[in-house]
Every structure is written in C-alpha cells, then in structure tokens.
C-alpha cells in the first residue's frame, strides 16, 4: 500500500506528549502532511501520547482524541486517518495498534483471537492485507508456511502469544513467539515514516552525498528490511523532487541505481521511474552526451507512457530533439517543449493523430534574444556561443514561424482523444490565433493562456467552445478603441479563473458570462462592471478572490464581501479605490451577532494603492484580534506604503498586542 500523495491531516490540530518516543518523528509525519501544532492539550483535537505516559492526563478536561504514535504511522502508511477507536494509549487497551489476522485455524480458535483481540482495544480482520501487523499462526502448522502475500511483511507468532497477553493483562514483547527470523523493534509503518524523513533530509542537505554514505553506514537504517513496494515509492518521490528542480538532469536520476546492489535491483525493476525524462541541452556536444542516456531510459521505462520535458536552445534551425520526439510520439503522455520558434516548424508536417496517448501539452516559445543557456549567468545562447545575430538571417525567431505563416496548424495535435490540459507561453507571440492549435477545445479541462495574448475576435471565439473547463487561465489584448460585440457563454465547469484585461474601455467583453461553479477568482485589471456582471450572473460561491489594479469603490467592495460568507482567501493588491483606511478595518472586524462579515476567512492580504492613513493601525489592531480563534484566520499580510504617517514602532501597546497575537500562532506580516 503506498502513502498518500495528498495532505492527510488537514485541519487537525495536535499536541503531542513531549517524552513521546521519536517525537521529532511523529512531528515530522503531521506537519508534513498539512497537521497544525498547538502547545496546549485541551485546543488540541488529536493528543499524541505514550502508554506509559498517559496516566498523565484527564481525557475528561480534553476535548481531543488520545492516541498512540502509532495512529500517525499507520495514517501515513495508509494514506488515510486510521479509526481512533484502535490506537487508544490507555494501558488496558495492550492490543491497541495492532491489526491481528488468524492463519488456518479452527473456527472456534479463530473466533476466540477475534473476540480477544477486539475487546482490548486492537482490530481483527480474516484475511491477509496490508494492514495486518501481526500473523497468529498455529505453531503446528507453521513449517514450510507462506505468509508474504502482502506488500508489508507483518509479524508472525504463535497463538500462544495471544493467550499469554490476556494471562498478564499486558502487550508482552514478541521475540520468544516469533515463528519466523524477522527484526520485530519497528513497525512496518514506523519504518515507512522514517524512510520518508530520510529521503528530505537527502534531498535538503547540503552534502547529498556525505549524508547518504553516513546514513547507509549505520545500523539503525530501514533500508535492508523494507519491502520492495516502499522502496519503489520512495524512489519515485526522489525523481520527483529531482524534477522540480530548474533545470533536472537525468544523471541525478540515473544516481540513484549506483548506491548499492539492492536498489539497483530495485530501481531498474520498477519501469515508472524511468518514464519522465527531462532534456536539458543547447549544443551538440551535449546532445552527444545526452544521447546514450536517452537510449538507456526508453529501454529501462518500456512500456509505460512516457512525460517528456524538453528545454533546448540549440543552436540551429533543425534540433535533433524534434525529431526524436516524432520517431516516439506514440508513446508520450505528457510533454512540455521549451524551445525556439524556428524547431517547432518539422511538427507543422508531422501527420495527424502523432500523439494519440497525449493528456497535458505545455508549449513555451523562446524568442532569440531571451533564450539563455546557463541562467545563473543569464547569457544568451548568442553570448554564450559567440554567435553573431547575422548567422540567423538577421532575424528573430518570432517572423519564421508564427509571421511567416500564420494559417498554419499542428496537425500532430489534431486528434487527441485523451488530451485535458494546455499550455501556452512566449515572448514571440503578440497575438495568439487559436486556430494554430487544431484541438477539440470542448474537452480540455485545463487551459493556460496567461502568459499570451488573444484579441477580442479570438476571445469570442475560444471562450464558448470551452465547454468542460474546470481551469482556466486567460489573457485578453487591452488594445483600446476596439468595438465591442455582445458576447455571452456559460461554461458550467468551471472551478478556478484567472482572467487579465476582462473588460476593454469599462467595458465587459462578455455581458453574460455565467459561471455556476467557480469557487476561485482573479481578477486583474478590470473595472467595478465586470466584476458586478460574473457576481449577478453566476452569484459566486468563492473560496478565493483575488483582485489586482480593479477599480472598485468600498462601498460596493462591502456589498459584495458581505454575500461571500464562504470566502475562505482574500486579497486585495493596488485595487483603485480602496485603501487602508480606519472605515476598511471596522469593515473587517468579526462580531458573532452584530457583523458577521467573512466567518470563514483564512488568509487576507491588502496591499493598497494609495498611502496608508495615519491612525488606522490601533483598527487593524482590533480587527485581529476580533477574528482571532473566533474565525479561522491564520494568515495575514498587510502593505502600507512607504509615504504612510506613522510607523507601529511609535505605537508601543499596539506593538505589543501584535506581538502576543503572533506569539499564539498568527502569521502576520506588516510591512511599514
């Protein structure tokens, strides 16, 4: 069973035991999976405590659930909070933690463990899974047994053990009833949490290499008894960290199958952790280094998909990369092209249907002069290769392909019956024609134009067809002067929406744009109309609004606000009209009964476009405290200005407030 890729402990507040044993461990495990720490036990919702040190505490006075380490293990493992009912700490509960399954035995000895198991504390399941910790075997009938049909090897003892728990009203230790050799010190979860932590302080030391050969030198490691299914995981997890870096390189990859023999077994076994490749190369030399790897990795990742990411500023009209990625189309899932206008041209020819397995397409155009072949040292491919701009006609990569022929379509992008996700990005457009990309756009759930720029003709075309969108990132050309037509669309998927330049002159491009979904908003640079328009046409439900240079009274920013009570984020930057004001922050100020404005804010930021006004901080000052612990606000970013009149220096009793407010866990940051 792997752990979960998502954040499990979200919204859970703990307190943990400070004589806990592995504490930095079990801290570890919640805060990385999104738990929040409180130094009293009675907030507390989960109470993370030893047996022999439970007698410590009232559970009548405490409003949270006592729970063994344990709990915290077996959660992560699973990917999911395990019932609290089964990792009681209480010392009467002794097969609290465990999860027992009986192995060929009759049925009365099998109802008698169940009985047993259950009733101090511990859970029982008939069959053999993942989650069995301990295999009760008949001592008898043991020899010659397989008991490895899981991923995790649980313990396996004799029936004896059982019994003789009961007999002492205690959890005895296991190694005088082991059937099997098997070091029985740590749980296979414990093991799984440790390795996790493990693998981020590899990957955030300084050293990699020094911490690794120190770690593998000691006896404590969990390396040599962990199942092969974790270890893939956890070498999955590392590639992927390697390729959130700037610019990934497949030797950090490859280093990962030359530690040792046995994750070298591991690891070529496994053919999904081969199967992102990121190219990274600008000349011919390194193409030439790049070339057996490559090679190396499409064997070692045969048959999985392949997620293909390339950034390549070669130096030439024909980048060899292209048409590797024509000979091997078949197999690509995911791509991301980084490149030149002038190397996508082969992909105008290729034939229809080339990628019939593509689900997310990311396409970056380079123009010339931004290309760079080392960031750090932000040189130009140019620069770097002392290459004359004459060797290139003269010319930028811009007018060769999207000028010169700007009827032209990917036809490989035609026919894509998976694909859900796009994005396009670069300096050489100035306006993208959406007739360049032959796509079903009606299917896309995910669409990224951010970063270019489409015309009020392109805009009324695209946006309707946009059917099953659920993301949608857009960009319109502000170019004034332009007749707006009546335009209208209702895109009943959509979740989250970013949109710059939604209205040209005060004017809304889409009178009626109808969005019953959307939860998360922003806007930028658009008018008090077109934000009236989506609220009275769609009557948001938003989690997050953000709002960037919108021209908005307060009044009507009130009048809005007060119908968003689920608004759980909020940001307002350089938004004309609203500045920080003593009136913004009475605004703000939560009163159960008499202004219940915004019960579920969780993060504000206010940057104004104006000077602050002096006075307004001893507001803010009680809007804080008015919302803290009644609401669950936890973060908070405020920005005056420089030109603001007084400084909270001058102020030492609000000062000190804030003070004893970020000392209880608010996360304030106030720029002055």
Not at 82 to 108: G, K, L
Not at 261 to 283: G, K, M, T, Y
Not at 548 to 560: D, G
Not at 628 to 641: A, D, E, F, G, M
Request: charged share 20%; glycine share 4%.
């Amino acid at each position: 069973m792997a752990a979960a890729t998502q954040p499990i402990f979200t919204g859970m507040v703990y307190y943990i035991d400070p004589h806990t044993s592995n504490w930095d461990l079990v801290v570890f495990s919640l805060d990385e999976n999104d738990a929040e720490e409180t130094t009293k036990h009675a907030d507390a919702t989960r109470i993370i405590v030893d047996r022999l040190h439970y007698s410590r505490y009232e559970p009548s006075r405490c409003r949270g659930i006592f729970v063994t380490p344990e709990w915290v293990y077996a959660s992560v493992k699973c990917g999911a909070k395990r019932p609290s009912e089964y990792y009681s700490p209480d010392p009467a509960m002794f097969f609290s933690s465990i999860v027992v399954t009986a192995y060929r035995m009759c049925a009365a000895d099998e109802r008698f463990i169940y009985e047993s198991v259950s009733l101090f504390g511990g859970q029982y399941t008939p069959t053999l899974t993942d989650d069995t910790t301990h295999l009760v075997v008949d001592p008898t009938s043991a020899a010659g047994s397989d008991f490895y049909h899981a991923e995790f090897r649980p313990i396996v003892v004799s029936s004896h053990w059982i019994r003789d728990c009961i007999a002492n009203h205690a959890p005895l230790p296991v190694t005088d009833y082991l059937l099997l050799p098997q070091d029985a010190s740590n749980s296979d979860a414990e093991q799984l949490c440790a390795l996790q932590r493990f693998v981020h302080k590899f990957l955030n030391s300084g050293s990699n290499t020094e911490y690794l050969d120190g770690y593998l030198s000691t006896t404590e490691a969990p390396f040599p008894s962990l199942p092969f299914e974790i270890m893939a995981e956890i070498f999955i997890v590392f590639r992927d960290d390697a390729l959130d870096e700037e610019l990934p390189c497949l030797t950090d990859m490859q280093a990962v199958s030359q530690v040792c023999r046995r994750w070298r077994d591991v690891s070529l076994a496994i053919p999904e952790l081969w199967a992102r490749i990121p190219l990274n190369f600008h000349s011919n030399n390194h193409f030439a280094r790049l070339k057996n790897l490559l090679t190396l990795w499409l064997e070692r990742s045969t048959p999985r998909p392949l997620a293909l990411t390339i950034r390549s500023c070669y130096p030439d009209t024909e980048n060899p990369i292209i048409q590797f990625l024509l000979c091997h189309a078949r197999r690509i899932r995911e791509l991301s092209l980084d490149i030149p206008a002038a190397h996508y041209l082969p992909l105008f020819s290729a034939p229809a249907g080339s990628f019939p397995l593509l689900q997310r397409l990311s396409v970056t155009v380079i123009d010339k002069c931004d290309a760079t072949y080392d960031p750090q040292s932000n040189l130009s491919r140019h620069q770097y290769f002392c290459l004359p701009y004459e060797g290139w006609g003269g010319c930028s990569d811009g007018p060769i392909l999207w000028e010169d022929t700007p009827a032209a379509a990917f036809a490989c992008f035609q026919h894509l019956p998976s694909l859900h996700s796009i994005r396009v990005e670069g300096s050489a457009f100035t306006n993208l024609d959406c007739r360049m990309f032959a796509l079903d756009w009606s299917t896309l759930t995910d669409v990224d134009l951010e970063f270019v720029a489409l015309d009020v003709v392109q805009t009324a075309y695209l946006l309707p067809q946009l059917t099953h969108v659920e993301c949608l990132k857009f960009a319109t050309d502000p170019d004034e002067g332009i007749s707006v037509p009546a335009m209208s669309a209702v895109l009943e998927r959509l979740t989250t929406l970013n949109w710059n330049n939604l209205d040209i002159d005060d004017v809304s491009l889409f009178e009626q744009l109808t969005l019953p979904r959307l939860i998360s908003l922003d806007l930028r640079d658009a008018s008090w109309q077109s934000l009236h328009l989506l609220h009275s046409h769609s009557r948001l439900k938003l989690q997050k609004l953000s709002l960037v240079f919108v021209s908005i009274e307060l009044a009507r920013l009130k009048t809005l606000l007060r119908e968003m009570p689920s608004l759980v984020d909020l940001g307002l930057y350089r938004t004309h009209g609203v500045d920080l004001t003593e009136e913004l922050f009475r605004f703000f100020m939560y009163h159960r009964n008499d202004n219940p404005v915004l019960p579920n804010l969780r993060y504000l930021v206010l940057t104004p476009g104006e000077p602050a006004c002096p006075g307004s901080e001893v507001a803010m000052v009680e809007m804080l405290e008015s919302r803290w612990r009644l609401t669950p606000l936890k973060k908070v970013r405020i920005s005056p200005r420089e030109e603001q009149g007084a400084s909270l220096d001058a102020h030492s009793d609000i000062r000190r407030r804030i003070v004893r407010l970020v000392e209880e866990g608010l996360e304030l940051t106030y720029n002055d």
